[in-house]
């Protein structure tokens, strides 16, 4: 029997190798090369445990941090809401108060049941920060599922004390269908800065939950000067930027090839690479972590593979792996990257409880 096993365990890592072959070949046949990206690899070390103190299901979203004179700042959500932590390097650090500076209950309908820090940026006035949030609204709470998904904003003058600002981001499908449990809406953002011509933009990416969607990562932009304020964003409609605030027409940045289908497309994070000299984008599929690379933070080229996950279909006890982001110990914050640093994820088993990893990375340009 174990012979047997081994022998339908090999043909099955055989029939995936081949699909994520097919798969590739698609998405790049889909998307074409029109000089988006760069062709490039990434090497991953051996993983380390990085747990946050002991807050669970921790990180819950993207890690974010701002280096200055005094250190470390680093933004992570878990249980209970989002989490300071400071300290002289990001495998040093310690947790400001004993309680989240951003509590995971929203006072709103969009953000009544969750509210999770996934992206921290500076202000267009350098001092105060904008922080960009997963928000949740559970209708039959206290259960976690099906849940209505959107992105929020919160600002700062410190880091510690965070206000409110409301909903910036709807997802494409924003209503939940009655007896069904799908998750819906917009979730997990990752927020840089991009200079256009004279002016100043802020780039939000995300991804959704839907019914009928295949899996892609959105964009919109908002000028920097604004705020990021709630009426200001334009989505990226694949023609050009639509009407500020409107929510309804989007299309991707990326999209998951038609076959095979994957199921999910989320968890970008976005970070300008100094080796590739262009925007480097980390996202999750059903079956990989995986990297792409563009020069506009519009057009990208085909994704690379970084890390196979475990299959995953939310039963208790399956391995959750998530939450992917790229950080450059060297660089002022998460929006900058170079050829080095970390990938850091959360992981976990469905049900228990889940915590930070890292693996160091490298990045090499191939042509």
Known sequence: MYCLNRVKSHRLAIVIALLLAVANAVWAQEHGQHGEG?????????????????????????????KGSHGFSVWVTGDGGSWLFHGPSLGEL????????????????????????????????????LGFYHAEFHP????????????????????????????????????????????????????????????????????????????????????????GRPGTWQKWTGKGWGEPGAQSVAEPVLKAPAK?????????????????????MVFASDVAFHAAASEDGIHFGPPIEMMRLPAFHMKPGEIFTAYPTLLSPDKATQMVTGQEGFLYFARGRWGTNHTGWRRPFTIEQTK
């Open 260 to 280: 095979p289908p994957y199921l999910t497309m989320q968890m970008p994070h976005v970070s300008w690479n100094t080796a590739l000299h262009r925007w480097l």
């Open 94 to 129: 310690s947790r400001v108060g004993k309680g989240p500076v951003l509590p995971s209950r929203g006072h709103e309908h969009f953000d009544r049941d969750y509210v999770g820090l996934s992206a921290v940026i500076p202000a267009a006035d350098g001092k105060g920060l």
């Open 38 to 66: 760069a062709a490039f690899s990434m090497t991953l070390g051996a993983e380390e445990h990085v747990p946050f103190a002991d807050i669970r299901f921790c990180p819950d979203e993207h890690v974010s941090y701002r």
């Open 140 to 227: 039959d709470a206290p259960k976690a599922f099906p849940f209505l998904a959107s992105l929020g904003l919160a600002t700062s003058a410190d880091g510690v004390v965070w206000k409110r600002e409301g909903r910036v981001i709807a997802g494409l499908e924003n209503k939940l269908r009655p007896g069904d449990t799908h998750n819906i809406g917009a979730c997990e953002p990752s927020a840089v800065l991009q200079k256009v011509g004279d002016n100043e933009f802020i780039y939000l990416y995300w991804g959704e939950y839907y019914y009928d969607r295949q899996g892609a990562i959105y964009l919109a932009r908002s000028p920097h000067a604004s705020g």
